[in-house]
Each structure stands twice: as C-alpha cells, then as structure tokens.
Nanobody
Framework: VQLQAYGGGLVQPGGSLRLSCAVS?????????MGWYRQAPGKQRELVAS???????NYADSVKGRFTISRDNAKNTVYLQMNSLKPDDTAVYYC??????????????WGQGTQVTVSS
C-alpha cells in the first residue's frame, strides 16, 4: 500500500492551496479513516483534519472554518482544501489512511509529506 501526496508549495498569507493524496496498492480491501497531519519545525506532528469512510469529518480548532477535508472513494483519494492560509500553517503535511488489506489486517499508512510554506 502506498500513499502519494501532491499540492504543497509556497503561498502568500490569505492564499489557498489544495492537497491531494492517492492511496494505491493491490492489497487494499477497503479504506477506513483518512486524514491529514502536519509537523512544523521543532513541533510534534498534529492532526489537521480527518474523514471517515462515511464522510464524517473532524478538524483541529486552529483550522476550523478555513480548511475542508473531502474524499473520493472511487479514486481512493483524500483532499485538503486550505483557504485563508496563515504563516502558522507552515509545516510538512502528511496524509494518513487506515487500510483494511486483503488479508484482513488493519494498518496505518503514511504518505511522504509535502511542504506548505505561507510567507510574503
């Protein structure tokens, strides 16, 4: 199982970015929760947003009203639309998926991380 994240970059404060993360692999039976985490320099990794297989969502207080998580189950892809970005949003963003494999084992998988820098 592999997760490939896309969409990071440099943006000015107040700008927007959209992150995508595609889950692939022949061992996938189903994908349960998916989410985005971030880690800023010198800080611990923190949950940004998560979404269940039924599309229930959860957000960190710091991003509520600015970020939107969504998923396309047909494409095994999770998205994070980030609006009104602030310098404090600068971090490496990681996607995460809880996957049930064809051998019926449930495991956490992580993407490689994509850098988001908010700066003027």
């Amino acid at each position: 199982v592999q997760l490939q994240a896309y969409g990071g970059g440099l943006v000015q404060p107040g700008g927007s970015l959209r992150l995508s993360c595609a889950v692939s692999g022949s061992a996938i039976f189903s994908i349960n929760d998916m989410g985005w985490y971030r880690q800023a320099p010198g800080k611990q990794r923190e949950l940004v947003a998560s979404i269940t297989s039924g599309s229930s969502t959860n957000y960190a207080d710091s991003v509520k009203g600015r970020f939107t998580i969504s998923r396309d189950n047909a494409k095994n892809t999770v998205y994070l639309q980030m609006n009104s970005l602030k310098p404090d949003d600068t971090a490496v963003y990681y996607c995460n998926a809880v996957v049930l494999t064809t051998t019926f084992r449930k495991s956490d998988y992580w993407g490689q991380g994509t850098q988001v820098t908010v700066s003027s």
